[in-house]
């Protein structure tokens, strides 16, 4: 689906959009920025998640005796996922160092 350059890029403008909207929610609500930058990114991480994957749904609906086809994966990581986890994790350790 991605190759890896592609991936780190989507990855780096998702985390990008991220911190900008957590930028300007802090600024125009007057809230510290590590606040809103913790809040935005467990909203992401919850909407990124979201939603069923084909073979994964089928595979519980049947109680684990789905095989999937040859090929197929099961579980996709995608670039919102990864940068909604990075600015979650930034945040906390950023809130614990200060």
């Known amino acids: 689906m991605y190759d890896i350059k592609q991936y780190i ?4 403008i998702f985390f ?7 930028a300007l ?5 007057g809230f510290q ?5 913790f ?7 919850l909407l990124s998640t979201s939603g069923l994957s084909s073979e994964a749904h089928l595979a519980m609906k049947t109680l684990g005796t ?20 990075l600015l979650l994790v930034i945040s906390f350790l950023y809130a614990l160092v200060r």
Do not use: Q
């Open 39 to 45: 809040i935005v990114g467990a909203i992401s991480l």
């Open 33 to 37: 920025f590590v606040n809103v930058a």
């Open 25 to 29: 929610i802090g600024w125009y609500f």
């Open 66 to 85: 789905h095989v999937p086809r040859e090929g197929n994966k099961l579980l996709t990581l995608n670039p919102l996922l990864l940068s909604s986890l």
């Open 16 to 22: 990008i959009i991220l911190v900008g909207i957590s």
């Open 9 to 12: 890029g989507n990855t780096a």
